[in-house]
């Protein structure tokens, strides 16, 4: 015997006898579940891929930007001094304020350009490697996720998993394949521990939580880079459209050096800005 009862505009079965839920629901969450870690996947690697393309170009955007408030500061310490009564401003002294003020700046472009080099030297993926590795991988998540089988004796296993996944390693997630497998049997489940139990209020929640975490990860960067790198196409005019930017920010930098010609700054070398 079964009822039924409405939780989130949805009809929901739960066994009058049992307690027991829905099954098609739960094997619904457990899709769900995996779906989002497949596509947390595929963003990262839209990012690495974007990054390795685009990269070269956005470092020097930012270096531009960077070199623009870094001018934009200097002017503003020599209109300071002026203000105060100087006539001269002391370049060693201005070099060692724009130092100070633009350090945590120099350090986001180097850690641009560091991880630009890392995602132009990450490996290509072969479609039938990767295709392998998603399907044991499925096969595996639907067993040990720690969503779906609470057992904390499987975290570990799950961990590497991930792990392996995320780097597309065929030979290693296949050896994780013969250790889970065998870890199942053990405990005497090869179909892997069933989730917690769940009210049908509880079951529902839990969907529509995993359900809006994939439509975030969806309509959001980085999955929509993979827009940008549809087709050939679609990168040249990104790539056109970032330089044309940077082109604004060459520009604007142009202006600010005008500026700068009228204070008079003495002493020391001249000025340093950042540079690619």
Not at 32 to 38: F, G, S
Not at 110 to 139: G, H, P, W
Request: with cysteine; glycine share 4%; hydrophobic share 30%.
């Amino acid at each position: 015997m079964s009822d039924e009862m409405t939780v989130n505009g949805l009809s929901v079965s739960r066994d009058c006898n049992t307690g027991a839920l829905d099954q098609k629901r739960l094997d619904y969450y457990k899709s769900c579940i995996i779906q989002r870690e497949e596509l947390s996947k595929e963003a990262s690697d839209a990012r690495i891929s974007y990054v390795a393309t685009f990269g070269d170009i956005n470092a020097e955007i930012l270096a531009y930007k960077i070199e623009c408030i870094s001018k934009k500061k200097a002017i503003a310490y020599c209109q300071t001094v002026i203000n105060s009564g100087g006539a001269d401003i002391s370049g060693d002294a201005l070099q060692n304020y724009l130092n100070k003020c633009m350090n945590d700046y120099r350090e986001q472009l180097m850690k641009m350009i560091e991880d630009n080099k890392k995602c132009s030297e990450s490996l290509t993926v072969e479609f039938s490697v990767a295709r392998q590795v998603r399907k044991i991988y499925r096969e595996l998540a639907r067993k040990i996720h720690p969503d779906i089988n609470p057992d904390p004796y499987f975290r570990p296993y799950w961990h590497m998993l991930k792990e392996a996944y995320e780097l597309f390693d065929l030979d290693r997630i296949k050896e994780l394949k013969l250790l889970i497998d065998d870890a199942l049997e053990k405990k005497g489940n090869t179909e892997g521990q069933s989730i917690d139990p769940l009210t049908p209020e509880e079951l529902e929640r839990n969907i529509k939580h995993v359900e809006d975490e994939i439509d975030t990860i969806i309509h959001t960067e980085p999955y929509s880079y993979r827009l940008v790198l549809h087709d050939e196409e679609s990168v040249k005019e990104h790539r056109e459209m970032l330089t044309k930017e940077k082109e604004t920010y060459r520009k604007y930098s142009e202006e600010l050096d005008k500026v700068l010609t009228n204070y008079k700054i003495i002493g020391g070398d001249t000025l340093k800005w950042i540079k690619i």
